[in-house]
């Protein structure tokens, strides 16, 4: 059984690796060669709107599914038809346009924070003087690891923030003065099984995920996330993994944004959980029975960011799991993440803070 997958990146390189095991095939279409899945599954190279390819995909698989959620929703449409796209192609609308997402969750009554969107330089002074500062204003479409984005901090931002992001459609939101940032990973399969893991903890710095420690323990918060979960889920009659990420503040969630996806904040399930969101993503689009999401002891994942640490200084913590994408290492990518697992909470945390400082200061 051959499962195709949109996008070739780190994520799809990780399906991958869980399907096999399964006894699953996978073919991938990416716009560029070498990706980190080609590495090891066999891949159609060109654009991801091209139409043969995407016929090609849709021949050769049982079912179609993403590592991207960028890819645009009339393309896979076309080949809805032929084979069965997950996650459902309405979902991944509303995820690609940070407006409609932000829409959907009010409509669910989903807490998220004031926004506005913003098409020309008017609505921003508008937008800026109804929701006040200081705010971001982020692109809609296209954004990730924080990029398309400007914080506003005075009045005297606002131009620059315009003169960066102006050419293309906005939207202006209130900046969350929030006291952590956690996310969600739920699961749904075509029988309608639905599961959740344990709340992730995550750092950002610069917009970019550092650090994600899990289980969080907020037993409050998390209820409220499961319940916002279940409510997305089920409007969307979902299949495969779908994350949303939340502020918290004063003990209330406040959606951000979601993700029709596995999930970076999610890696630590592959050693720290009992079946992993890439093989519960898999066995969801495939209608197969869901595997348990408990975690096994407490993980931290660490982002490997811009540049590869050495192998062997990392290895010589015999207790950590490298997984290296196999990519060519840039300013600002994510090549890799280390997970450790440990039998208690605080135990993680120290180690995970040490680790941070190590990485960060290219002690390793
Ligand atoms: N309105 C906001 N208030 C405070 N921090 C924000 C806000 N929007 C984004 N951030 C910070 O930037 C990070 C990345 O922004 P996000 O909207 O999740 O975009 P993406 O992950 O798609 O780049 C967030 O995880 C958060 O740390
Ligand atoms: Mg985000």
Redesign the pocket.
């Known amino acids: 059984m051959t499962v195709g997958i949109v996008g070739a990146g780190q994520l799809g390189r990780m399906m991958a690796l869980a399907g096999y095991p399964l006894g699953l095939e996978f073919l991938f279409l990416d716009k560029d060669a070498g990706t980190p899945a080609a590495q090891l599954a066999p891949q159609l190279t060109g654009a991801f709107t091209d139409p043969a390819l995407l016929d090609e995909l849709a021949r050769r698989c049982e079912v179609v599914t993403l590592d991207w959620e960028n890819v645009p929703v009339d393309a896979l449409a076309r080949i809805a038809s032929a084979t069965r796209v997950a996650p459902p192609l309405p979902a991944l609308a509303a995820a690609q346009d940070r407006l409609a997402e932000k829409t959907l969750f009010t409509q669910l009554r989903i807490p998220t ?1 004031a926004h506005a969107a913003v098409d020309s330089r008017a609505d921003l002074d508008r937008a800026v003087a109804a929701i006040g500062l200081p705010g ?1 204003l ?1 692109t809609r479409r296209l ?5 398309g ?1 400007a914080v506003l901090r005075t009045g005297a931002d606002v131009e620059a923030a315009w003169g960066q992001l102006g050419t293309q459609p906005l939207l202006y ?4 003065p ?1 006291d952590y ?1 956690v996310s969600l990973i739920g699961v749904r399969s075509l029988t309608g099984e639905i599961a959740t893991y344990p709340l992730n903890r ?1 750092l ?1 710095r610069d ?1 970019i995920l550092r650090l994600t420690r899990a289980p969080w323990h907020a037993p409050v918060v998390e209820q409220a996330a499961r319940r916002h979960m279940r409510r997305v889920l089920a409007h969307f009659d979902y299949a495969g993994v779908l994350t949303i ?1 939340f ?1 918290v503040r004063r003990g209330k969630l406040i959606a ?2 979601m993700a029709p996806r596995v999930h970076n904040s999610g890696h630590w399930t592959i050693e720290g959980a009992v079946t992993s969101q890439f093989e519960n993503h898999l066995r969801a689009i495939l209608g197969l029975p869901l595997g348990l999401t408990q975690a096994v002891g407490h993980s931290a994942m660490l982002n490997l960011i811009g540049e590869m640490p050495d192998r062997a200084a990392l290895l010589a913590d015999k207790s950590l799991f490298l997984h290296d994408y196999g990519k060519t290492a840039r300013p600002g990518r994510k090549l890799g993440h280390v997970t450790l697992t440990e039998s208690t909470a605080r135990r993680r945390d120290q180690r995970a803070a040490a680790l941070l400082k190590r990485i960060d200061s290219r002690k390793i």
């Open positions: 924070n971001v982020k954004g990730y690891d924080g990029k984005q939101e209130a900046f969350v929030f940032e995550n950002h917009g990420e502020f951000n944004e």
